[in-house]
């Protein structure tokens, strides 16, 4: 099972998508779940089924506008709410306060700075919350954000920096799809690698180094057509393994990427 500090997830509302990806991984590396709504309307929908521990609340986004989401959460219960926004002016920030908000922070953001924001509101409104963990478990499967470590039944296993991110990235959400393209962005921030066969690649040596049998994997699954998942405990594996890809080609779409 995997490790986390609340059952209760952090509802992220950012109509970026990238943005959103970024934020919920920075927050899975400290032990968090999250949701993630992408318009107004879709938000409220979230916080009315998850009852979420805290909400990060973007302002421009479609629908119903930031501004009545954050006043709708705050009507219906005091989850602590951080804004994120583009907006400078003091009076956006005075008015985000005022309508409930605990903190506003202005775009570009550090996603660092973002989760110590958070941790430091759910100290204050929580007293006594434990600091959050940073191991991610599935049976014989253990990841170590902190040791930056991964063990398959005790025995360590050697990840190059790239593996070891689209480990965690995968298992910090179990069961969610994750598209060749958003994992590519989590690897590869700053760009400059344009193959998405390069996830292909990284997934089948993943595989050979974590599971029993990588033709059948048990943890990493193929989401046919779209991308990939971590099991969610939902069973043993169904989808097929990604394409083979000859030792020499595996080398040319990885130089300069691991």
């Known amino acids: 099972m995997i490790s986390t500090l609340s059952e209760r997830p952090i509802l992220i509302v950012e109509d970026n998508q990238k943005t959103s990806f970024l934020l919920s991984t920075y927050l899975a590396e400290e032990g968090f779940k999250t949701v993630a709504a992408y318009e107004?309307?879709?938000?409220?929908?979230l916080a009315r089924q998850h009852?979420?521990?805290?909400?990060?609340?973007?302002?421009?986004?479609?629908n119903v506008d930031g501004w009545e989401v954050c006043e709708e959460l705050r009507r219906a219960s005091d989850v602590p709410i951080l804004i994120l926004s583009a907006r400078r002016d003091t009076q956006d920030r005075i008015m985000g306060l005022k309508l409930g908000a605990?903190?506003?922070?202005?775009?570009?953001?550090?996603?660092?700075e973002v989760v110590a924001r958070v941790k430091a509101?759910?100290?204050r409104r929580t007293p006594g919350l434990p600091e959050a963990k940073t191991?991610?478990?599935h049976h014989e499967l253990v990841l170590d954000t902190c040791k930056r470590t991964v063990t398959v039944r005790g025995a360590r296993v050697s990840l190059t920096p790239s593996e070891f991110k689209l480990l965690q990235a995968l298992m910090a959400a179990?069961?969610?799809i994750f598209l060749r393209e958003e994992l590519l962005n989590h690897i590869y921030p700053s760009g400059g690698v344009v193959v998405d066969r390069v996830i292909d690649v990284h997934i089948g040596n993943l595989r050979h180094k974590v599971e029993d049998e990588p033709a059948k994997p048990r943890y990493i699954l193929t989401s046919r057509g779209l991308g990939y998942q971590?099991?969610?405990g939902g069973g043993l594996e169904q989808p097929t393994a990604p394409p083979l890809v000859s030792t020499r080609?595996?080398?040319q779409l990885l130089v300069n990427t691991g």
């Open 51 to 62: 009852n979420p521990i805290f909400t990060i609340l973007d302002l421009l986004i479609p």
């Open 40 to 45: 107004g309307r879709q938000a409220l929908d």
């Open 249 to 251: 080609m595996s080398e």
């Open 230 to 232: 971590f099991t969610d």
């Open 102 to 112: 605990d903190d506003y922070v202005i775009k570009p953001f550090s996603p660092r």
């Open 121 to 123: 509101i759910l100290r």
């Open 135 to 137: 191991v991610l478990s």
């Open 174 to 176: 179990p069961g969610r």
